[in-house]
């Protein structure tokens, strides 16, 4: 979904202080980070579209309730 940078040591118990200002660095610096960062903004827009009143989140919720009350 290109939506979060993986940093090293991450699957271990501690990510190193460098490892964090490097990926922050990239993210607030670098194009790829600004595309990451417009990436992210749709994905927030399109789920607070989903969760709206008439959303397509809360028509699936509204289906399953639905459903459950009709059994």
């Not at 827009?45 to 459950?68: D, K, M, N, P």
């Amino acid at each position: 979904m290109k939506l979060a940078v993986a940093m090293k040591g991450y699957d271990k118990d501690l990510v190193a202080a460098e490892e964090v200002e490097t990926r922050v660095r990239w993210l607030m610096e670098s194009d790829g980070g600004k595309e990451l960062r417009k990436c992210t903004l749709l994905a927030k827009e399109a789920a607070i579209a989903a969760h709206a009143e008439g959303g397509s989140s809360r028509a699936a919720l509204a289906r399953l309730v639905s459903e459950w009350t009709l059994e």
